[in-house]
T-cell receptor
Framework: DTAVSQTPKYLVTQMGNDKSIKCEQN?????MYWYKQDSKKFLKIMFS???????INETVPNRFSPKSPDKAHLNLHINSLELGDSAVYFC??????????????FGPGTRLLVL | GESVGLHLPTLSVQEGDNSIINCAYS??????FIWYKQESGKGPQFIID?????DKRQGQRVTVLLNKTVKHLSLQIAATQPGDSAVYFC????????????FGKGTLLTVNP
């Protein structure tokens, strides 16, 4: 199936731990994103990468570090997890750079719960 | 229900009725708009988009209207079905923002059978 996939789907962890979320897209897109959705369903962009280069870096604590090993993957590593990091994290991709517009396609989300 | 504690705008319609979901945006430099549908436990799903040089675009059972004068966007769903129940988001791209999408608050649509 062509899609944006994320692992894990659920992540429950203790405060202070370090965790990673992985994202892969096989749509051939050049740009990938990470979003955070809070308990009120508000969706906010965190980062975007175009061809492994960081393009957007919103005001996010530096405990969050994205890593893009290649243009089909964008992983999110979070250090020293805090209670407020509990949210749903979505990965997305778009075909920017090929003149096909800005439409973003989202993964299924990773539900992070910090205890 | 799903809306408890969320404080989202909500719209409740009967199956078969038409639905209209509204969105206001604030930036005159916004040049591209998208409507997304998010079902419970899933990621946002693209429904329809429109560029700022248009004022109307139609898809299958959905129509998006753009009024740049009052910075207003609407999504019309014809003959609403129970499967349309979801949270709907509008998103805007501001020209020069590195293709960043800014999402609206979301509207919870409930379709009653």
């Amino acid at each position: 199936d062509t899609a944006v996939s994320q692992t894990p789907k659920y992540l429950v962890t203790q405060m202070g731990n370090d965790k990673s979320i992985k994202c892969e897209q096989n749509l051939g897109h050049d740009t990938m994103y990470w979003y955070k959705q809070d308990s009120k369903k508000f969706l906010k962009i965190m980062f975007s990468y175009n061809n492994k280069e960081l393009i957007i870096n919103e005001t996010v604590p530096n405990r969050f570090s994205p890593k893009s090993p290649d243009k089909a993957h964008l992983n999110l590593h979070i250090n020293s997890l805090e209670l407020g990091d509990s949210a749903v994290y979505f990965c997305a991709s778009s075909p920017i750079g090929r003149g096909r517009g800005e439409t973003q396609y989202f993964g299924p989300g990773t539900r992070l719960l910090v205890l | 229900g799903e809306s408890v504690g969320l404080h989202l705008p909500t719209l409740s319609v009967q199956e078969g009725d038409n639905s209209i979901i509204n969105c206001a945006y604030s930036n005159s430099a916004s040049d591209y708009f998208i409507w997304y549908k998010q079902e419970s436990g899933k990621g946002p799903q693209f429904i329809i988009d429109i560029r700022s040089n248009m004022d109307k675009r139609q898809g299958q059972r959905v129509t998006v209207l753009l009024n740049k004068t009052v910075k207003h966007l609407s999504l019309q769903i014809a003959a609403t079905q129970p499967g349309d129940s979801a949270v709907y988001f509008c998103a805007e791209n501001i020209l020069g923002s590195n293709y960043k999408l800014t999402f609206g608050k979301g509207t919870l649509l409930t379709v009653n059978p």
